[in-house]
Structures are given as structure tokens and as C-alpha cells.
């Protein structure tokens, strides 16, 4: 097949933005696989490394301009940016991650024709650049290809390979689609095997219940407005709705308030705090609540973005488990400011409220262990599965609080909520995830949504937890054998002709 420059540019941006529709929330899952062929045909037809990696850079750019578009809403609807600028910067944002892909198929075209199989070394490269662009500059670890595969019997994979090892073997069921296709029969064998594997794999209880067989969890959603959320006038009203519905659902082992929920210092309010835990303590009940928990009480002081128990854990306190978490990835630009010397006061959207968080200096431990040994991470923190995972080990289940009102109505919210579910199938442990608007919901650990509460309403979502003790192969591996795995696969098919990308000198 030969095709224009222009019109393959054209296929592979479509290829691209194909790719995000098969995450949530529209979730059409064969995209991925269609997606995958046709950036694979794009490329067949490159006749220069240049012009393979524009290719692959017009994939980059359609991909991430579907799929993260929501940079815009929060600019736009949040901080007071113009849309034109808006618009300027969300672009330039997705060409930045756009490179990695440009980049992928640069190294794909220039080293196909030196490699014995060539689709095994389009797979090494692919989870190669998608392990440093969770890495790189503190990484951006959203979406992945292999969240599409999390209502496919790939999503067995999970535990022993994480998110990586899906992706790899969703874009190779694509590869393999493709040899299907033009005349290579044999290779449905091995699609099917692996689909099978998968499915076999889905059946294996890699943790074991715990000796308390369920818990009743309740998520209390404030709704509060993002334009009044950090206004002083606010904070009563605020503190009203979480107390008054903390009260009425002490029945409950355990209530959760989202990320930041009370906008202020959480020595300022503690005062405030102690009969809500003095009365949780006594019903046998635990409040975890997003704050912000600074070193000391003087103005300038370092502050966190964090979580805090009341109620029961605090006469359960170990060396393993803190009542306190400090959330160790910031969002860039949100939560703090790279090169913040220069940028800061440039426009309004790098001067929203509390975006000059720190970065604990100290590994965070448990968040509780009391009413079950309990996980905490927050909000953007999900994605990164490798953080969740050694935190998870010691758990019986994960907390995460978030707010993505930033986002309005967008993917990003509904993205995010996946990602939690990926992180719950990873380490067989349940998910319960408290946001201010939505998406609030109870996740088994199996990653199926057990509760969903309704978006932009309050509400206070109910509903039975089972714990689950042990530990899955991510947990212990994390993403290494991936990364091994990966790098085998860009260089097993060198063979002999691998020494040939050494000088001279260093050849046998």
C-alpha cells in the first residue's frame, strides 16, 4: 500500500486519537487493537527515520489530543486563562508528550531492518517509552494503552505484569490481528492462546480474605464549588456538611472525606476536630479526611498535601502505620511549580490556591491499621502503579481521595476512576476513592465497581468492603521483569547483528 505523506500524517493522527475512546468512558476496547494496525501500516509506508518520526509524532499529538483535552477545561474553567492561551498551552503540552511517540517510531524505523522480527521489536520499543514517560521529569504515567484491556480477560495479566504487561499484550493482540489478516493463519494461534492464559489467570484468588470478612465504608461527596472551595467564608459551611454527615453514619467502620476537603491548615481546624473523634473512637469508627498538614504553625512554613485519621487508629498506632499520609507525587503546575522563579505570577492559572505543596522526605508508611491495615494515596498519585503497589503490600485495602472538579465534565474523571480500578486488579486488594464531585465508588478486588455514587451532587455512598490479605507477583516484581521483558524483546531479534551498534573496537 502506498500512501501520500500527507495522508499517512493524516491516518496516523486518526490512528492516535482513535486510541483514547478505548479507555474510559467510552470504553470501546477493540479501538486499541484498530488503533495499533493503523499506526503500524503508517509506518510501513515511511521511507526515512524523519519521516517515520512525524508519523509517529501526529499519532502522539492525535492520542493525547483526545485524551487529555481536559488540560483545557481546567485552565479555562478554573484559573481564569483565555482560551486562546488556553488552547496554546494544552497544545503544547500534548506535542511535548507527543515527542515520546515520535521518538518510539523514529527508533522503530531506523532499527526494523537490522532486527530478525520486526513486531516484537515495535513491542519492546512501545513499553519501553511508556516505562521513562512515567519516569521522566517525575513522569506522566495517564493513559496507557493497556487501560483498555481492563474489561478483557488481558486485565489476568495484571497482577504478575501490571498495566505494562496488558499494554504489551493488547498492542501485540493488534499485531497479531494484522498477521491474521494478510495471509498468516497460524499467528490466530497465538492470539488465542494468550486471550485464553489471560482468562485462566483472571481466576486466581491471589490474595486470601482477611480474617474480617467485610467492613461497611461510607464516601461522603461535599460537591463543594472549586470558585468557593478555598474561600474563608466557606470553611463553616464545609466543615458543617462532613461533621453533620459523619455523625449521622457512625455505624460505619470506616467514613471518608476527599482530598482536601477542609481548605485550610489542618492544625487550624483540629481544635474543631476532637468531638468527631472522641465520638468515632468510642462507636468504633475511623474518619480519614484529605487536608493540609504543615511542619509547624508559622507563616511560610513547608506544607503537604495529606491524610488524616480520627477515630479508632489512633490508639492503634505502629511503626508500620503513621495516621497521617504525605502525598509523594505532585501534580506539576497544580500542586507546585517547575521553574517557579520564572513562572509563577505569569498567569493565573500558576497561582491557584495551595500550588506550592512539598514533597515528604520520608518514606510514608500505612495510613492506618485499624479497622483493617489500610493504604492511602491521593488523587494524581494513582496512576503511578509501582508507588501504589509498595504501599499496597502491607494493606488489605487502598484509600485514594481526589478532586477532580478541576475537570468538570470531561474524560479525566472517568479515566481516573479506571486507573483505580487497574491499581485494585494489580494488587488484589479493594479500592475505596473519595472525591468531592464525582467519581466517588467502592472497587472490589477484582476491579469491578461494587457502589458508584451520582456526579455533581452531594452524596454518601454506603456500601461492604472485603479486605483481602497477601500479596500478588506485581507487588513483589513491580515493574522489572516488564522492563527485562521489554529490553528482551528490542534485542533478541539483533542476534548477531547487535555488536554492530558497538564502535569498532569493542567488537569480538
Known amino acids: 500500500m502506498t500512501l501520500t505523506r500527507k495522508t499517512n ?160 499484550l493488547l498492542v501485540a493482540s493488534g499485531l497479531l490481528v494484522y498477521g491474521v489478516a494478510i495471509t498468516k493463519p497460524y499467528r490466530l494461534l497465538l492470539l488465542v492462546a494468550i486471550w485464553l492464559t489471560g482468562y485462566g489467570l483472571s481466576l486466581i484468588q491471589w490474595t486470601q480474605p482477611s480474617t474480617q470478612t467485610s467492613i461497611k465504608v461510607t464516601l461522603l461527596q461535599g460537591n463543594i464549588a472549586l470558585q468557593d472551595k478555598w474561600l474563608p467564608q466557606q470553611l463553616t459551611p464545609t466543615l458543617n456538611y462532613y461533621l453533620g454527615q459523619s455523625y449521622q453514619h457512625l455505624d460505619s467502620d470506616l467514613i471518608i472525606w476527599p482530598e482536601t476537603a477542609i481548605a485550610t491548615y489542618w492544625d487550624y481546624i483540629q481544635p474543631a476536630m476532637q468531638g468527631i473523634t472522641h465520638t468515632a473512637t468510642a462507636r468504633n469508627s475511623q474518619i480519614i479526611s484529605g487536608t493540609v498538614m504543615r511542619e509547624s504553625q508559622h507563616q511560610g512554613d513547608d506544607y503537604y498535601n495529606a491524610l488524616v485519621t480520627l477515630g479508632q487508629n489512633r490508639e492503634t498506632v505502629d511503626d508500620r502505620s503513621q495516621g497521617y499520609y504525605h502525598k509523594q507525587r505532585l501534580v506539576p503546575f497544580g500542586e507546585y511549580i517547575p521553574l517557579e522563579q520564572w513562572l509563577r505570577g505569569l498567569i493565573d492559572f500558576f497561582d491557584l490556591p495551595m500550588s506550592a505543596f512539598k514533597i515528604p522526605t520520608q518514606e510514608q508508611g500505612l495510613l492506618s491499621r485499624s479497622p483493617v491495615p489500610i493504604a492511602g494515596n491521593i488523587c494524581y498519585e494513582m496512576a503511578y502503579p509501582q508507588l501504589v503497589a509498595k504501599q499496597a503490600a502491607a494493606a488489605q485495602m487502598i484509600v485514594t481521595v481526589s478532586n477532580d472538579t478541576w475537570f468538570e465534565h470531561s474524560l479525566a474523571p472517568w479515566q481516573h476512576l479506571q486507573i483505580a480500578q487497574m491499581r485494585a486488579i494489580e494488587n488484589a486488594k479493594p479500592v475505596a476513592r473519595a472525591t468531592n464531585s464525582g467519581v466517588s465508588a467502592l472497587i472490589d478486588a477484582k476491579g469491578n465497581i461494587t457502589s458508584l455514587a451520582p456526579m455533581y451532587q452531594q452524596a454518601q455512598l454506603t456500601g461492604l468492603v472485603a479486605p483481602k490479605q497477601g500479596t500478588t507477583p506485581y507487588n513483589i516484581g513491580l515493574n522489572w521483569p516488564i522492563t527485562l521483558l521489554s529490553l528482551g524483546l528490542v534485542l533478541f531479534g539483533f542476534g548477531r547483528n547487535f555488536m554492530g551498534f558497538f564502535p569498532h573496537r569493542f567488537k569480538p
Open 9 to 168: 500524517l493524516a491516518l496516523s493522527t486518526a490512528a492516535g486519537a482513535l486510541a483514547p475512546l478505548a479507555l474510559a468512558p467510552v470504553s470501546i476496547w477493540p479501538l486499541a487493537p484498530l488503533s495499533i494496525i493503523l499506526f503500524w501500516l503508517s509506518l510501513q509506508t515511511c521511507t526515512s527515520t524523519r519521516q517515520a518520526s512525524l508519523t509517529g509524532f501526529a499519532y502522539g499529538l492525535g492520542y493525547f489530543g483526545v485524551g487529555v483535552s481536559w488540560v483545557f477545561v481546567s485552565m479555562v474553567d478554573h484559573s481564569n486563562t483565555h482560551w486562546a492561551l488556553a488552547g496554546l498551552l494544552t497544545v503544547l503540552f500534548c506535542a511535548g508528550l507527543g515527542l515520546f511517540y515520535g521518538l518510539f517510531a523514529g527508533l522503530f524505523h531506523g532499527f526494523k531492518n537490522r532486527h530478525h522480527y520486526p513486531s516484537l521489536l515495535f513491542l519492546g520499543l512501545w513499553v519501553s517509552l511508556d516505562l521513562i514517560r512515567g519516569w521522566l521529569l517525575t513522569g506522566f504515567p495517564w493513559l496507557y494503552l493497556g487501560y483498555a484491556g481492563i474489561e478483557t480477560s488481558l486485565a489476568g495479566y495484571a497482577p504478575l505484569l501490571g498495566i505494562h504487561g496488558v499494554s504489551l
